[in-house]
T-cell receptor, first 114, second 114 residues
């Protein structure tokens, strides 16, 4: 089982450049989300989706766009990169509904904006 | 606003020295409390979900407990391989898709020396 796959693992961008972080899951999870993790700040929610065609903002959505055209994929787009977006980005997915459903996380993308 | 506070920020133990990590939370109606383990350079790995006060879950040397205001992760006779950052997160009862958002604490860095 691949689980949640994130690409790339590392990326360096110049200020003002745009890019897309890819996230794919093969577990047929309805719920997908993007978090950023910064030292001393913990994991903060950027955007999330409860199914294809449905997305919503989290705690820190500014500067990021998402779309969900399929159940499997949930790409995160940085529109115009800024040094404040230097972070480690994690994609996570889960079933919806009741039950002992923890999130499954990807291995992360470490992004540096110079 | 949901809040999660973990203590201590860092804990150093000798192999075999049992201890507990604390997670205190404020949430407008708890749907679930989650514990994760995160190794350096990797995504968080799901450990437990707790749903109601008085509930306990166990896995190997780890036991998680829940009260109305906090959760404890008890580590019995830890080994060096238990060294990691342990994250606590809450999921609030909310309307619509935001039911599934997790709010994370900043984590406790556990180091177990041989």
């Amino acid at each position: 089982n691949a689980g949640v796959t994130q690409t790339p693992k590392f990326q360096v961008l110049k200020t003002g450049q745009s890019m897309t972080l890819q996230c794919a899951q093969d577990m047929n999870h309805e719920y997908m989300s993007w978090y950023r993790q910064d030292p001393g700040m913990g994991l903060r929610l950027i955007h999330y989706s409860v199914g294809a065609g449905i997305t919503d903002q989290g705690e820190v959505p500014n500067g990021y766009n998402v779309s969900r055209s399929t159940t499997e994929d949930f790409p995160l787009r940085l529109l115009s990169a800024a040094p404040s977006q230097t972070s480690v980005y994690f994609c996570a997915s889960s079933y919806l509904g009741t039950g002992n459903y923890g999130y499954t996380f990807g291995s992360g993308t470490r992004l540096t904006v110079v | 606003e949901d809040q999660v506070t973990q203590s201590p920020e860092a804990l150093r133990l000798q192999e075999g020295e049992s201890s507990s990590l604390n997670c205190s939370y404020t949430v407008s109606g708890l749907r679930g409390l989650f514990w994760y383990r995160q190794d350096p350079g990797k995504g968080p790995e799901f450990l437990f979900t707790l749903y109601s006060a008085g509930e306990e879950k166990e896995k190997e040397r780890l036991k998680a407990t829940l009260t109305k205001k906090e959760s404890f992760l008890h580590i019995t006779a830890p080994k060096p391989e238990d060294s990691a950052t342990y994250l606590c997160a809450v999921q609030a009862r909310d309307s619509g898709g935001s039911n599934y958002k997790l709010t994370f604490g900043k984590g406790t860095l556990l180091t177990v020396n041989p």
